[in-house]
Structures are given as structure tokens and as C-alpha cells.
């Protein structure tokens, strides 16, 4: 083989070699800009109060091209027991938006050091030594330690649970629970500011209950009635005037 075509196949092996490298280098080039020019660089956050948010520093300088937002929006709620629902939406090129929802507070349940504020879902909001809101009493009929919860915490039981439920319920419907006395798995006593008393049961379907206690009061309305007692343990409700 001649001198000449040798250099031929050596200059066109080091051509494709300087291209090879070039498109190496351009390529991991555009990686690191768009890795760089797509860094959060700014958290916006959505709140109707203020709130120390713990998870920020974890999130500045990721790519946003490549969060998840479903997982930061788990990852936040579960670290931050106060928040009930965040929405993560993605403002190019570099904000992260947040919009946090908090859990309310519905009751307060009795403990032998004082009070658990409770949401809905049953979650410790915090604990106090007094009573410092309007917020319904839940007296349980087995006085639970203080120190065996944490804020944050869930409580689970299941007349607990139906107790925050029918809470919610009644106010929904403009009646107003004071005190809820929690005598047993059957029976959970509701006593109104009008000094009225509602009975539910922990066992019997709620929906149900709430079902029948709207046609009942309904009625009465209608009627112009007032009633002392409405006890919805059984299949055919008993009504005190």
C-alpha cells in the first residue's frame, strides 16, 4: 500500500476522531446547560398563613426538568404534620410553586395531661394544658396517656375516628356539638349548644346515621318542632321531645 493512501486513511481516522470528540463535547455541553439553566433556584410558596418550611433546602439546585412532582408533594406532607395536601407545580425555568392546604382543627380530645387539638382525620395538631378555643370536647371513656402521642401523630381508633366524623357532619348542617361523651364502642353522646342531645353508634353505618338524622331534622323544621334526644343506635331511631 502507498505512503499517500496510508495518510488518506490516517487523516480521515483522525477527522472522525476530532468529530467524535466535538459532538462529545457539544453534547455534554447542552447537558450541562440545560442542567444549569433548569436549577430551582426558587421556591414560591402558597399559603394563607405563615409557616417555617423545613424541606426547602432539599429542593434548591435540583433540575426541574426531572422532579417528580407527586413525590415531593408526599414527601413534604408526611414531613410537615401540620400541612393536609400540597400541589406542586413546575414554573419555568427555575420556580418551584407550592400550594399548601393545613389540617383545621375540629376537636379537642380530653388526655390525662390536658387537651389534644385534633383535625378531622384524627391528626395531633398540638397539646395544651387548657382550654383556649370554642372547639368541641371529646370526653373518651378511657382516659389516654399524653405521652404515648406525639404531635403529628394519628389516632386511629375507630370511635374516635366516627366521633370526628359526625362532628364535622352536624356542624355541616348548623348544629353545634359542645361536649361528645364517648361511653363505649356503641355509644357516642353528643350533647348541642341548644342543650340537645344526639346518640350515634361507632357500629352502625354512619353515612346512614347522618342520612337519617338529616330527614329528622328536616321534619321538625317544617313542623316548626324541637326535639331533646335523637338516638340513632337502632334501625328505627328514638326521638325525645
Same mark, same amino acid.
Not at 370526653?139 to 359526625?166: E, V
Not at 348544629?175 to 342543650?195: A, H, N, R
Given at each position: 500500500?502507498?505512503?499517500?493512501? &496510508?495518510?488518506?486513511?490516517? &487523516?480521515?481516522?483522525?477527522?472522525?476522531?476530532?468529530?467524535?470528540?466535538? &459532538?462529545?463535547?457539544?453534547?455534554?455541553?447542552?447537558?450541562?446547560?440545560?442542567?444549569?439553566?433548569?436549577?430551582?433556584?426558587?421556591?414560591?410558596?402558597?399559603?394563607? $398563613? *405563615?409557616?417555617?418550611?423545613?424541606?426547602?433546602?432539599?429542593?434548591?439546585?435540583?433540575?426541574?426538568?426531572?422532579?417528580?412532582?407527586?413525590?415531593?408533594?408526599?414527601?413534604?406532607?408526611?414531613?410537615?404534620?401540620?400541612? $393536609?395536601?400540597?400541589?406542586?407545580?413546575?414554573?419555568?425555568?427555575?420556580?418551584?410553586?407550592?400550594?399548601?392546604?393545613?389540617?383545621?382543627?375540629?376537636?379537642?380530645?380530653?388526655?390525662?395531661?390536658?387537651?389534644?387539638?385534633?383535625?378531622?382525620?384524627?391528626?395531633?395538631?398540638?397539646?395544651?394544658? *387548657?382550654?383556649?378555643?370554642?372547639?368541641?370536647?371529646?370526653?373518651?371513656?378511657?382516659?389516654?396517656?399524653?405521652?404515648?402521642? +406525639?404531635?403529628?401523630?394519628?389516632?386511629?381508633?375507630?370511635?374516635? +375516628?366516627?366521633?370526628?366524623?359526625?362532628?364535622?357532619?352536624?356542624?355541616?348542617?348548623? &348544629?353545634?356539638?359542645?361536649?361528645?361523651?364517648?361511653?363505649?364502642?356503641?355509644?357516642?353522646?353528643?350533647?348541642?349548644?341548644?342543650?340537645?342531645?344526639?346518640?350515634?353508634?361507632?357500629?352502625? *353505618?354512619?353515612?346512614?346515621?347522618?342520612?337519617?338524622? *338529616?330527614?329528622?331534622?328536616?321534619?321538625?323544621?317544617?313542623?316548626?318542632?324541637?326535639?331533646?334526644?335523637?338516638?340513632?343506635?337502632?334501625?328505627?331511631?328514638?326521638? +325525645?321531645?
Amino acid at each position: 500500500m502507498s505512503p499517500n493512501i &496510508l495518510l488518506v486513511k490516517s &487523516l480521515k481516522k483522525f477527522k472522525f476522531f476530532l468529530l467524535f470528540i466535538f &459532538l462529545c463535547i457539544l453534547f455534554f455541553s447542552i447537558l450541562f446547560f440545560v442542567n444549569q439553566f433548569f436549577l430551582i433556584k426558587k421556591i414560591q410558596i402558597v399559603s394563607d $398563613r *405563615e409557616f417555617l418550611f423545613a424541606n426547602r433546602d432539599e429542593l434548591i439546585n435540583k433540575n426541574l426538568i426531572f422532579v417528580n412532582q407527586n413525590e415531593i408533594a408526599n414527601k413534604i406532607v408526611k414531613e410537615n404534620s401540620f400541612l $393536609r395536601k400540597v400541589i406542586v407545580n413546575k414554573i419555568w425555568p427555575v420556580t418551584l410553586k407550592l400550594t399548601v392546604y393545613f389540617h383545621e382543627p375540629i376537636a379537642l380530645l380530653i388526655v390525662n395531661q390536658g387537651f389534644l387539638n385534633l383535625s378531622i382525620d384524627g391528626r395531633i395538631l398540638s397539646k395544651t394544658k *387548657e382550654v383556649y378555643t370554642d372547639l368541641p370536647i371529646i370526653n373518651y371513656y378511657q382516659k389516654l396517656s399524653s405521652n404515648s402521642f +406525639q404531635i403529628g401523630d394519628r389516632i386511629d381508633y375507630k370511635d374516635i +375516628q366516627q366521633t370526628l366524623f359526625f362532628i364535622d357532619k352536624l356542624e355541616q348542617i348548623n &348544629l353545634k356539638p359542645l361536649t361528645i361523651d364517648i361511653k363505649g364502642q356503641d355509644m357516642l353522646l353528643f350533647k348541642l349548644s341548644s342543650e340537645k342531645i344526639i346518640v350515634f353508634s361507632s357500629q352502625k *353505618e354512619r353515612q346512614f346515621q347522618i342520612y337519617q338524622l *338529616e330527614i329528622i331534622v328536616k321534619q321538625f323544621k317544617i313542623k316548626g318542632k324541637e326535639f331533646k334526644k335523637i338516638d340513632l343506635r337502632f334501625d328505627k331511631p328514638i326521638i +325525645q321531645f
